[in-house]
């Protein structure tokens, strides 16, 4: 879902693993089966990384350059592995200051990414997660660690708690 920009998604394997999870998960084929234009658009993506390996070359430079810049300017960013970013913030928020945090990221900054709370993840902590992609530059990823330290420093300045209303 993530590497293709897609919904779904599927397995692949050697012939053996998938003739085994044919016969052993017969109650799941075709229970969930993609829509055929996400299939071959799956396909035409898999081709295109094939022939242009400069894309994950370019993905994994930008992956780096984001991961390590947070890490310098103090953001956990976990043990992430993958491409997959995610940015955690301390703190016992309300929902409705972390909407407003997040409605800042991505309609005043122009930053997408998405945000989990609590019950996913404990009490006092706000995860950002975001999903760098290969079209990314540098600039971008500057721009994004500058946002982030924006972002942080509102809500230790309460910018994003909810506004008491003032009743005449």
Known sequence: AKSMAMIGGFVAGTKEIIMYLKYNLRSQTYAKALPMPYVISGLQRLEMIQQNPQFKDKLWEIVHALQDGFKKRGFYVGRTKSCVTPVCLNGDYDL?????LIRDVRENMGVFC????????PKGVIILRIIPTASHTLEDVEYTMNCFEKVQQKLKDGEYAPKTAVVA
């Open 96 to 100: 409705e200051t972390v909407t407003n």
């Open 114 to 121: 998405s945000i989990i709370v609590y019950p996913v993840v």
